[in-house]
C-alpha cells in the first residue's frame, strides 16, 4: 500500500519574483584587440561553459508501515419470524403473511407506520447522494473486443505447492470465495517424506493478502461449498472420503462442526459435493471415484440418509463407474447429472427410482470424453441442455438425447475444467492445462474461441464465475494460487435477443442430431432387413446344395448297388458253365 503526501509552502518562501521580459539587443561594452590583450589571455579549447542560475532542488519518497486491517463480522438473524417459519422458503412465509394480514394488530401497525414511511420515501426522493443520473445502463456493449485483466491474487499461505482443488463464491454476492485445497497426484513423493497440509481457506476479495477463514478438516478438502439457504454454513469432501460440516458462526469455525464417519462414507476422494433441495436445508449429495452416490443430513453425519452405486448397465449387470464430477439444479430437484472419469455421462432421476435404478446412460460411444468428465453444468437460462469439460474438449447435450449436439474443436492442452457464464447464455469459460483460460461466445462465433487469456505457467485447475454481474471470474492453479480476472461488459452483459437465439440455435443443433439418430436408426434396420435376407438366401442355397448332394448321392448309392448286382450276375454265370463242363 501506497501512500502518497504533497508537500506544499508559502509565496515568500521562494524569494523575489523573477519578471522575464525581451528587450532589444544592445552592446554594453566593446574591448578593442590589442598585443597586450592577447598576451594577457589564453585561448582554451574548446571554450564552453555552463551557467546555472535557478536553485538546486531535490524529491524525495517514502513508503510507510503498512496499516493492518481486520474486518470484523456480527451476527445477524433474520427478526420476526417464528420458529416454525423458514424465512427462505416462499411457501411458508406466504401463509405466514396471509395469516398476519388478517390480524387487526396488524392492521393498527401498518397504518401508523405508513406516514413515517411516506416522510422518509419522500426525504429520499428529494436528495438521494448515490443517484447515477448518467448510468448509461442502455449502452450496446456488443461491438466492444473481448478482454480481461487481472484485479487481485490469493497465494496459499502454505509453503507445500498444492493444488486448488476447488472455487465456490459466496451466494449473497461477490465478496467472498470458498477455495479447498488438496494435492491429488496419485503417489506422491511428498506423501511419504512429510505430513500434508490440511488447512483450506475463505478469502474477502477486498484483503488477498491473509485468509479471512482458516478451514482446518481433518483430510485436506477436495471441494467446498456453501450453504445457499444458510450462507454461514459450509460443507466440504474429503481427500479420505469424508464428509466435514462447518458452521461460521459458532466459535472456531474453521473446525468441523460434524464429520461422517469413515466407515460409513466413500472410499475414495469426494470430487463434487452439492446441496439439495429440502425443507430444513440440511441435505446434501457427494460423488466419489468409488462409484457411489451418497445423499446425507448434515445435522447427523454418522451414516448416509441414502446411497446409490453408478452402474454402466441400468439393469445394475454392468461396469461401476466412478464420480469425478456432478450437476445439480434447485429448479429440477429430482435430476442429478454425474461425470464419470471413464468419460460416460450418466443422468439420474430419483422420481424412476424403481426402474432401472432411475440411471440414464448416455453415449458410451463415440460422443463419450476421452478421460475424466472434470466438470458438467446445466446452462443456467436453458436447464435442458448442459455441458460437459474432458480431454481436449467442451460438450453441450441435450438431456432427452444420448449423444452430444456440439462439440467444440480440440484444443492445443489438455481442459481441466469449465462453467457457463451465470448472465449470457452463450458464454462458457475452460481452462486449460498450459494456464490460459478460453472464452467461448456462442452468440457471436461457434468455430473459434472468442479470447484466450493467459494467466500464468502453472496449470489451470479450477475456475467459478460470480452470480453478480458475470464480471468477476476466479482462478485457480496447480500451485494454488487463485487470480481474481475481471472480464469487460461485452463478455458480461446480456445482449440484445441472445437468449432467444441460443435457443433457437441449440433446438435446430437438437433437431439435427434427432434426424441423424433417424437416418442411423433406418440404415440400420436396412442393414439388418439386408442381413436377414442375406442370411435367408444363404439358407436356401444350401437347402438347394443339399439336395442336390442328396441327389447325387443317391446315384452313387444306386449306380454302386448295380455295379455290384452285374458283378455278382456275371460270377454265377462263369460258376454256372464251369460246372457243366465238369459234368460233361
Known amino acids: 500500500m501506497e501512500v502518497a503526501y504533497l508537500y506544499t509552502k508559502v509565496r515568500s518562501d521562494f524569494g523575489k519574483q523573477v519578471r522575464f521580459e525581451d528587450p532589444e539587443t544592445r552592446i554594453l561594452f566593446s574591448v578593442a584587440p590589442s598585443d597586450e590583450f592577447d598576451k594577457s589571455f589564453v585561448l582554451r579549447n574548446p571554450s564552453v561553459a555552463t551557467l546555472d542560475t535557478s536553485p538546486h532542488m531535490s ?106 482443488t476447488s472455487i465456490h463464491w459466496h ?48 483430510s485436506p478438502l477436495c471441494c467446498l461449498r456453501f450453504n445457499p439457504k444458510s450462507t454461514d454454513t459450509l460443507v466440504g469432501g474429503s481427500y479420505n472420503g469424508l464428509v466435514t460440516f462447518y458452521d461460521l458462526r459458532r466459535q472456531g469455525g474453521g473446525s ?61 449387470s454392468g461396469m461401476v463407474l466412478g464420480g469425478s464430477s456432478m450437476e445439480y439444479n434447485k429448479e429440477i430437484p429430482t435430476k442429478y447429472l454425474v461425470g464419470t472419469e471413464q468419460g460416460i455421462v450418466l443422468s439420474l432421476n430419483l422420481r424412476n427410482r424403481k426402474q432401472n435404478n432411475g440411471i440414464t446412460v448416455y453415449d458410451a460411444g463415440a460422443g463419450k470424453h476421452h478421460g475424466p468428465i472434470y466438470s458438467i453444468q446445466r446452462n443456467p437460462t436453458h ?125 435446430r443443433e437438437t433437431k439435427q442430431e434427432k434426424n441423424l439418430e433417424l437416418r442411423d436408426r433406418d440404415l440400420r434396420r436396412a442393414r439388418e432387413k439386408k442381413d436377414e435376407a442375406r442370411k435367408k438366401e444363404c439358407a436356401d442355397e444350401k437347402e438347394k446344395k443339399d439336395a442336390k448332394m442328396e441327389e447325387q448321392l443317391r446315384t452313387v448309392d444306386a449306380n454302386f448297388l448295380n455295379m455290384i448286382k452285374e458283378a455278382e450276375d456275371d460270377e454265377s454265370k462263369v460258376e454256372g458253365v464251369t460246372l457243366d463242363e465238369s459234368h460233361a
Open 256 to 316: 468441523p462442526l460434524e464429520s461422517s464417519v469413515i466407515e460409513k462414507s466413500h472410499h475414495d476422494p469426494i470430487y463434487d459435493v452439492f446441496w439439495i433441495s429440502s425443507k430444513t436445508g440440511n441435505q446434501c449429495a457427494s460423488v466419489s471415484t468409488d462409484g457411489q452416490m451418497l445423499w446425507w443430513d448434515t445435522r447427523r453425519l454418522g451414516e448416509p440418509v441414502d446411497k446409490l452405486l453408478l452402474n454402466s448397465d441400468t439393469k445394475g
Open 383 to 507: 436447464n435442458k441442455f448442459f455441458m460437459t469439460v474432458g480431454d481436449w474438449t467442451a460438450r453441450i447435450w441435450m438431456e432427452d438425447l444420448k449423444t452430444p449436439i456440439m462439440t467444440t474443436k480440440y484444443h492445443s492442452a489438455y481442459l481441466t475444467s469449465g462453467c457457463w457464464s451465470p448472465t449470457r447464455a452463450g458464454v462458457f469459460y475452460v481452462t486449460r492445462m498450459d494456464g490460459v483460460v478460453d472464452i467461448w461466445d456462442y452468440f457471436y462465433r461457434q468455430n473459434e474461441v472468442a479470447y484466450s487469456h493467459k494467466v500464468g505457467d502453472a496449470a489451470l485447475s479450477a475456475i467459478s464465475v460470480s452470480n453478480g454481474s458475470g464480471r468477476l471470474v476466479a482462478v485457480g492453479d496447480a500451485n494454488g494460487t487463485v487470480s481474481l480476472l475481471e472480464v469487460c461488459e461485452s463478455l458480461a452483459a446480456p445482449q440484445a435477443n441472445e437468449k432467444n437465439a441460443i435457443a433457437s440455435m441449440l433446438e
Open 59 to 164: 524529491e524525495h519518497e517514502t513508503n510507510t508501515e503498512r496499516l493492518v486491517v481486520k474486518n470484523s463480522s456480527i451476527r445477524h438473524m433474520e427478526g420476526g419470524w417464528p420458529k416454525d417459519v423458514d424465512a427462505a422458503e416462499p411457501t411458508d412465509v406466504n401463509r405466514y403473511r396471509k395469516k398476519a394480514e388478517k390480524d387487526e394488530d396488524y392492521k393498527t401497525t401498518m397504518k401508523n407506520l405508513g406516514p413515517i414511511i411516506s416522510r422518509c420515501m419522500r426525504q429520499n426522493n428529494t436528495i438521494d447522494i448515490y443517484e447515477e443520473y448518467f448510468s448509461r445502463d442502455d449502452r450496446d456493449w456488443s461491438g466492444e473486443p473481448p478482454s480481461a485483466k487481472g484485479l487481485a491474487v490469493f497465494r496459499d499461505p502454505n509453503a507445500m505447492k498444492r493444488t486448488a
Open 171 to 218: 451466494p449473497e454476492g461477490p465478496t467472498k470465495i470458498a477455495v479447498s485445497y488438496s494435492i491429488l497426484n496419485f503417489q506422491d513423493s511428498r506423501f511419504t517424506s512429510a505430513r500434508l497440509p490440511v488447512q483450506s481457506y475463505i478469502w474477502d476479495i477486498i484483503n488477498p493478502n491473509t485468509p479471512d477463514t482458516e478451514l482446518t478438516p481433518p
